[in-house]
C-alpha cells in the first residue's frame, strides 16, 4: 500500500525555520517526483516545491525562492522541506504528494496542477505567529 505521512509541522515565531518530513512506503522515490503544496482556508491548494526522482529537476514557487529548500534521502525514502524566513502568510497545512514522473523530465507541472497527482499524505499544520 502506498503512503505518504508528513510530520514536523508546529508553532514557529516569524522569522523561524521548520523541517518538514514526507515519509514514502510502499513504493521508492526512484521513478516518483514528489512534491510539497499547502491549503490555508479559503485558497486552493498551492505547490511550494517539486522534485524528480532524480533529482536533476527541481521547482521552486516565487513565494518562496530563497527560503525554502527541498531535498531527498533517497536510502530513508523521505522528502525534507527547510522553510527559513517564515512569515505569517505560510501558516497553511502543509502536504506532500507523488505522482509517477518521466525520468529526464521538469517536475513544475506537477507543482502547479495539484490536482493531477496521484497520492497525497495526510498533513501537516504550521503556526507561523509570535
Known amino acids: 500500500q502506498l503512503q505518504l505521512v508528513e510530520s514536523g509541522g508546529g508553532l514557529v515565531q516569524p522569522g523561524g525555520s521548520l523541517r518538514l518530513s514526507c515519509v514514502a512506503s510502499?513504493?521508492?522515490?526512484?521513478?516518483?517526483?514528489i512534491g510539497w503544496f499547502r491549503k490555508t482556508p479559503g485558497k486552493e491548494r498551492e505547490g511550494i516545491s517539486c522534485?524528480?526522482?532524480?533529482?536533476?529537476?527541481?521547482y521552486y514557487a516565487d513565494f518562496v525562492k530563497g527560503r525554502f529548500t527541498i531535498s531527498k534521502d533517497q536510502a530513508k525514502n523521505t522528502v525534507y522541506l527547510e522553510m527559513n524566513s517564515l512569515k505569517a502568510e505560510d501558516a497553511a497545512v502543509y502536504y506532500c504528494?507523488?505522482?509517477?514522473?518521466?525520468?529526464?523530465?521538469?517536475?513544475?507541472?506537477?507543482?502547479?496542477?495539484?490536482?493531477?497527482?496521484?497520492?497525497w499524505g495526510q498533513g501537516t499544520q504550521v503556526f507561523v505567529s509570535s
Open positions: 510502499g513504493f521508492t522515490l526512484d521513478y516518483y517526483a
Open positions: 522534485i524528480a526522482s532524480t533529482d536533476t529537476y527541481i
Open positions: 504528494a507523488a505522482k509517477a514522473w518521466p525520468l529526464n523530465t521538469p517536475v513544475q507541472d506537477m507543482c502547479i496542477m495539484p490536482h493531477k497527482n496521484d497520492y
